[in-house]
T-cell receptor, first 112, second 115 residues
Framework: QKEVEQNSGPLSVPEGAIASLNCTYS??????FFWYRQYSGKSPELIMF????GDKEDGRFTAQLNKASQYVSLLIRDSQPSDSATYLCAVNPFTGFQKLVFGTGTRLLVSP | EPEVTQTPSHQVTQMGQEVILRCVPISNHLYFYWYRQILGQKVEFLVSFYNNEISEKSEIFDDQFSVERPDGSNFTLKIRSTKLEDSAMYFC?????????????FGPGTRLTVL
């Protein structure tokens, strides 16, 4: 069973701090990795995707991928209360497979 | 900005009844998906659809489920005989290219409640 693991949290950070969210995956053949944000009762909203080892930055968000360690992370700089949500890590298990495997998500709470 | 739309937003049905959940993907997208999320649990893949046929399906997607693209804009999920355990949020998603080259954009979801 191809699994994606995340700490369920909650992860609590003060406003303005850096939030670090982590994800590990079991299928070494996985090729593409996605971070979604989900507010309670709403649908997943894409934040970032990453395909290559290293860092990818987009505004306040940085995704980091280490395929050797099978590890993906998301850093949120200057965290805002509006960032409070559940962050879902999703993995495409193998190129050509048309599906995403999701983790259970990490709940982030940013306090003012 | 183009978006995926879904109707209805909430569907209540009796166990054993048939339901059809409707989705309008983003207009130039070619890859279509259904996922579900039982309350408090992870988002689970159900099925992917491309070129008018199913590309992949999960173990959840048994004979009670079917998908169809009846015209150039709609994409539907049918559950023939609903069970209590089918109660969940159902999300439609679409993508312009295969997952390795693009991602999936999710609709707002349909909350299905089976009584």
């Amino acid at each position: 069973q191809k699994e994606v693991e995340q700490n369920s949290g909650p992860l609590s950070v003060p406003e303005g701090a850096i939030a670090s969210l982590n994800c590990t995956y079991s299928d070494r053949g996985s090729q593409s990795f996605f971070w979604y944000r989900q507010y309670s009762g709403k649908s997943p909203e894409l934040i970032m995707f990453i395909y290559s080892n290293g860092d990818k930055e987009d505004g306040r968000f940085t995704a980091q991928l280490n395929k050797a360690s099978q590890y993906v992370s998301l850093l949120i700089r200057d965290s805002q209360p509006s960032d409070s949500a559940t962050y879902l890590c999703a993995v495409n298990p193998f190129t050509g497979f048309q599906k995403l495997v999701f983790g259970t998500g990490t709940r982030l709470l940013v306090s003012p | 900005e183009p978006e995926v739309t879904q109707t209805p937003s909430h569907q209540v049905t009796q166990m054993g009844q048939e339901v059809i959940l409707r989705c309008v993907p983003i207009s130039n997208h070619l890859y279509f998906y259904w996922y579900r999320q039982i309350l408090g649990q992870k988002v689970e893949f159900l099925v992917s659809f491309y070129n008018n046929e199913i590309s992949e399906k999960s173990e959840i997607f048994d004979d009670q489920f079917s998908v169809e693209r009846p015209d150039g804009s709609n994409f539907t999920l049918k559950i023939r005989s609903t069970k209590l355990e089918d109660s969940a949020m159902y999300f439609c998603a679409s993508g312009g290219r295969p997952i390795g080259a693009d991602t999936q954009y999710f609709g707002p979801g349909t909350r299905l409640t089976v009584l």
